[in-house]
């Protein structure tokens, strides 16, 4: 089985004292860690470090973090597409629009709402951990978990 911690819109100039406590407490465990954009500063990509990460920009990064990472990224693991993006434009219809910039996946991972989903649509999971910084309309914090196995399974973590 393989566990990916996966966190979006950071939206951090710099790491603090919580995204320490998230490497030691629900990523502690996790074999890789995906960045769904809006990291914001490249430091706080260079502060997961420890782990092996995954990560796109989304449209909130700096010039640094756009120049270093792709907008998008598909990720081949135990026998699964998993297509890694931001997203963009309204809630309403994002996946959608998401679904067009990837063929055949069996999981997208967006972030860009910070709003948590856990959507299966016909065979592909969509998941949006939410938001390390709170969402647009309220201060609950998330991110999520994917286990690989047989299938993906993903989980909300609210800190």
């Not at 966190?7 to 996790?30: R, Y």
Request: aromatic share 8%; with cysteine; charged share 25%.
């Amino acid at each position: 089985m393989i566990k990916i911690g996966v966190i979006s819109d950071t939206h951090l100039k710099q790491p603090d004292k919580k995204l320490g406590e998230l490497l030691q407490g629900p990523f502690k465990d996790v074999d890789l860690i995906f960045h769904a954009g809006d990291i914001t500063e490249i430091a706080v990509l260079n502060f997961l470090a420890g782990k092996e990460v995954v990560a796109v920009c989304g449209n909130m990064d700096s010039p640094e973090v756009r120049r270093q990472l792709p907008k998008k990224r598909l990720i081949e693991l135990a026998g699964f597409r998993i297509g890694l993006i931001h997203g963009w434009g309204a809630p309403h219809g994002i996946e959608e629009r998401i679904k067009e910039e990837f063929a055949e996946v069996d999981c997208l991972i967006y972030g860009h709402t910070h709003t948590p989903a856990i959507n299966r649509r016909g065979e592909i999971l969509f998941f949006n951990p939410g938001s390390y910084a709170g969402g647009l309309f309220s201060a609950q914090k998330s991110v999520g978990l994917l286990q690989i196995d047989k299938t993906i399974l993903g989980e909300i973590i609210y800190l």
